[in-house]
């Protein structure tokens, strides 16, 4: 059993201390908001007011959302590792700097993909502060609210994740990041979102940290527990993961409307659990309940050797646990993922 500390900016992360205590470990969760309620009602995980009292007791320290750099530096001047946050993270999610990565380190790669048609693809690997652990993944993220690809974009409604150990893309666009992650001693996750056409692959920006729901399906595909995962990289135990059964996997959020709090939405059973990566969510009466924070009730992940498979695992396990007629996620998550890919081989990139 190991302790871990979840530090997170407006409550993100919630979802990992949840996994992380039900894999039987001490789960802790600081947030620099207020959050209301978040996690109110459980003993584990639990919530703490100070991001750096009792540091020793940790085993792992995660920055579960973006935008902490300074409270992830504190930490590391007292002699605790961050895994996924810092200066560094903060600063490879802004144009100007990643902007002036890309240009000095990926040759082959044209910058500025904003405005740029094509395939839409993110490409992530995890580097443990020596080297990229294999294998890396890519994914499909589906951003507008409703089927269809219309409505409002969002973060994110759903996303198709799938690996690979190596290919044009990651020998593009993440390998030669490598002497730089060393330098600056970063460990956690990088991914650089693209678009791709037939001869030429443009960058529209990093993120180096957590990437909601891509994160929930990477890990439904690893052989390893949540917890150990994270602190292979964290420690450098592992240079290569191991991956279950299965091509690809999807992930599909579930939300609710704003101000929805006390209302119980879904009810999770035992064998669906290890698919159901719970967010915004409290205890009452001891019945998990909405805590009104984000809206974000949290996704359902699967995976199979078709994306077909996984959309029909995916789906059963949300009949079988949405009690609300509340919740609202849409029903076409993977839709011409097997087409996006097809034309990523045939060009080369794959």
Same mark, same amino acid.
């Given at each position: 059993m190991a302790s871990i500390?979840?530090?997170?900016? /407006?409550?993100?992360g919630a979802q990992l201390a949840l996994r992380l205590a039900n894999e039987g470990h001490i789960a802790k969760m600081w947030v620099e908001n207020s959050a209301n309620n978040l996690l109110e009602g459980f003993r584990?995980?639990?919530?703490v007011g100070n991001s750096k009292r009792m540091l020793d007791q940790y085993d792992l320290i995660v920055a579960g959302s973006a935008n902490l750099g300074q409270v992830?530096?504190?930490?590391?001047a007292e002699g605790k590792q961050v895994l996924g946050g810092g200066a560094f993270s903060d600063k490879m999610s802004t144009f100007e700097y990643?902007?002036?990565v890309t240009r000095a380190l990926l040759k082959d790669v044209k910058p500025n993909s904003s405005n740029t048609e094509g395939i839409r693809v993110s490409t992530e690997g995890w580097f443990n502060g020596k080297e990229w652990v294999r294998p890396f993944n890519h994914s499909v993220k589906q951003k507008r609210l409703m089927?269809? /690809?219309i409505g409002p974009v969002v973060d994110c409604m759903g996303v198709t994740v799938w690996p690979s150990q190596s290919d044009k893309l990651t020998t593009l666009v993440l390998e030669p990041l490598a002497p730089l992650l060393e330098k600056v001693g970063y460990t956690g996750p990088v991914s650089a979102n693209c678009s791709v056409d037939e001869e030429s692959v443009y960058h529209g920006g990093w993120k180096a940290g957590l990437d909601y729901d891509a994160l929930q399906a990477w890990i439904e595909m690893l052989q390893p527990s949540l917890f150990d995962?994270?602190?292979n990289i964290a420690t450098q135990a592992k240079s290569e993961v191991s991956l279950k059964e299965g091509e690809q996997a999807i992930a599909v959020r579930l939300s609710v409307a704003p101000y929805?709090?006390?209302l119980k939405v879904v009810e999770v059973p035992k064998e669906a659990s290890g698919h159901v990566w719970l967010a915004d969510v409290t205890k009452k009466d001891d019945e998990e309940v909405l805590a009104g924070v984000s809206g974000v009730v949290g996704c359902i992940t699967a995976r199979g050797a078709t994306v077909r498979e996984c959309q029909r695992r995916a789906y059963r396990t949300i009949n079988n646990v949405v009690k609300s007629k509340e919740v609202q996620y849409r029903r076409d998550i993977g839709d011409g993922v097997e087409d996006i890919r097809g034309k990523l081989l045939e060009w080369?990139?794959?």
């Open positions: 500390l979840i530090l997170s900016k /407006d409550g993100e584990n995980p639990s919530r992830c530096e504190d930490i590391t990643g902007d002036k089927n269809g /690809d995962y994270l602190y929805c709090e006390d080369g990139w794959l």
